[in-house]
């Protein structure tokens, strides 16, 4: 037997105690036998649980290779995540808790996050003239305001590419041109397991390597002065000079349940990096359901991630 076929050969079973099993959010194989008794009514009644700004008519238009979920309906991702709880208990709890690897540290209440996604959503909008169906590039280490990005982006109906902020100018290239991004959202550097990463100056190299659709940079200052940065006239601008203004409310785009979310790039490692487009209605859908019945996360649980945001 091979090391792999070792590594691949498992035969122990752990079980969950009492306690566990008690709290879980499905504690019997009843989910299983629904799914498969009528999907299309067991995906229905997941969806249902998102708030729609329009209900759906068909659940699924299923053409081989395309499915098309919840294709009448109209919602807002952002909207989703944070609109929703503005109003109820949760207002002021945590919606996420970051430690950087200095040990600093951040909180940003739900409320505070809505307050910032607002604001640079109308940034975008309104100093950049972003509009629906517009591609952003997100290239940033993992701090809050990559979180404040992505929803930004959601918010008024911009397509975003993540690209993970450990890859090269040259890879940062190919996506920004695959992805058709007219403007890039990154940070002077960033830290990963005790070393800076010159995110800016990775930027601008892999700017220079050729034409692309780029009109705009917005660089967050995370590292701070230590970290000397070239600025184009024209092109680069300091989000935090940016988010300096007074809250305004920025309404959320209605978008079809099948407008792209997101586009996600494959690693390349095995050619040319793939995009995989993520359309709204059917990945909220998904995401919801699985954060309820794979992690089995409750209200009052803490979600550790340890994952790269552009992975």
């Not at 929703?84 to 996420?96: L, P």
């Not at 100093?127 to 992505?150: C, E, L, W």
């Not at 929803?151 to 992805?179: E, M, P, Q, W």
């Not at 988010?243 to 305004?248: A, I, L, N, T, W």
Request: charge should be positive; include cysteine.
């Amino acid at each position: 037997m091979t090391s792999i076929d070792t590594l691949s050969y498992e035969k122990r079973s752990f079980k969950a105690n009492e306690v566990f099993k008690f709290k879980a959010n499905y504690k019997d194989q009843s989910i299983y036998e629904n799914s498969k008794l009528d999907r299309l009514k067991f995906w229905e009644k997941q969806a249902s649980n998102l708030h729609w700004f329009k209900k759906w008519d068909t659940v699924l238009e299923w053409n081989r290779p395309y499915a098309k979920w919840f294709q009448e309906g109209e919602l807002n991702a952002s909207y989703n995540c944070l609109d929703v709880h503005i109003t109820t208990e949760n207002k002021n709890k945590a919606a996420i808790i970051w430690e950087g690897e200095n040990g600093n540290t951040v909180t940003l209440t739900y409320y505070q996050l809505y307050l910032e996604v607002n604001k640079f959503a109308n940034v975008l909008r309104n100093n950049f003239s972003i509009k629906k169906g517009d591609r952003i590039t997100i290239y940033m280490p993992m701090i809050p305001q990559a979180i404040v990005a992505i929803l930004a982006c959601a918010r008024i109906g911009a397509i975003h590419s993540v690209v993970f902020g450990g890859f090269s100018a040259n890879s940062l290239y190919d996506r920004v041109i695959d992805s058709d991004s007219s403007l890039i959202i990154t940070a002077d550097g960033g830290v990963r397991r005790g070393s800076i990463i010159p995110l800016k100056e990775i930027t601008d190299q892999a700017l220079s390597m050729g034409i692309t659709p780029v009109k705009k940079v917005i660089v967050v200052n995370n590292i701070g002065p230590s970290m000397k940065i070239n600025k184009m006239k024209g092109r680069d601008e300091d989000y935090e000079l940016l988010m300096d203004s007074p809250f305004k409310y920025c309404p959320p785009e209605s978008m079809n349940s099948e407008d792209i979310l997101f586009i996600l790039y494959t690693s390349g490692t095995t050619g040319k990096p793939k995009g995989i487009i993520h359309t709204t209605g059917g990945y909220l859908t998904h995401a919801k359901f699985s954060a309820k019945a794979v992690f089995d996360l409750k209200k009052e649980d803490i979600y550790w991630c340890t994952a790269d945001i552009g992975w």
